[in-house]
């Protein structure tokens, strides 16, 4: 089993969420949240900054945390075709400076600000429901029941 701790950033602002297009090598794109790996001895709260930089072209502030997720993919269904655990680290931040642009040299094609309605009709990764589902619900415990996959939602 392969495994991967990440930090995720849960940007909503006037309605709206802010979504990146995740183009990857092989296979169809997606729509995510701005966020990634957690790189070694690196603290998740710094690497979720890092990642939206990198990713989107602006400068963010961490506002909360919002909660953890943690799945297990299967290998029929993992990119790598082993059987995969992913922890996101899930956080709301604001924007606070940049422009959105592609990440360069990245599998961030675009960046953009969709209204949240518009979300449901997007090919997405579960990433994004878990992430919206927690910022509306903002549970206690930090933990949302998992989010079906299929469909418009990939893992």
Same mark, same amino acid.
């Given at each position: 089993?392969?495994?991967?701790?990440?930090?995720?950033?849960?940007?909503?602002?006037?309605?709206?969420?802010?979504?990146?297009?995740?183009?990857?090598?092989?296979?169809?794109?997606?729509? +995510?949240?701005?966020?990634?790996? $957690? %790189?070694?001895?690196?603290?998740?709260?710094?690497? *979720? !900054?890092?990642? &939206? #930089?990198?990713? +989107?072209?602006?400068?963010?502030? $961490? %506002?909360?945390?919002?909660?953890?997720?943690?799945? *297990? !993919?299967?290998? &029929? #269904?993992?990119?790598?075709?082993?059987?995969?655990?992913?922890?996101?680290?899930?956080?709301?931040?604001?924007?606070?400076?940049?422009?959105?642009?592609?990440?360069?040299?990245?599998?961030?094609?675009?960046?953009?600000?969709?209204?949240?309605?518009?979300?449901?009709?997007?090919?997405?990764?579960?990433?994004?429901?878990?992430?919206?589902?927690?910022?509306?619900?903002?549970?206690?415990?930090?933990?949302?029941?998992?989010?079906?996959?299929?469909?418009?939602?990939?893992?």
């Amino acid at each position: 089993m392969s495994f991967r701790l990440a930090a995720y950033a849960v940007c909503i602002e006037g309605g709206r969420v802010l979504l990146a297009r995740f183009v990857p090598p092989k296979g169809e794109s997606n729509w +995510t949240l701005p966020g990634g790996r $957690v %790189e070694h001895g690196e603290d998740p709260f710094d690497a *979720v !900054i890092r990642e &939206v #930089a990198e990713e +989107t072209g602006c400068d963010a502030v $961490v %506002e909360r945390l919002l909660g953890v997720d943690s799945r *297990v !993919i299967p290998a &029929v #269904a993992a990119r790598a075709g082993v059987e995969h655990q992913n922890v996101g680290i899930f956080y709301q931040v604001r924007i606070t400076a940049g422009q959105l642009r592609p990440e360069p040299n990245g599998e961030i094609a675009e960046s953009v600000w969709t209204p949240i309605p518009d979300v449901a009709c997007l090919r997405r990764s579960s990433l994004v429901d878990i992430g919206l589902a927690l910022a509306q619900t903002v549970p206690a415990t930090g933990h949302v029941a998992p989010v079906p996959v299929g469909g418009l939602v990939q893992h």
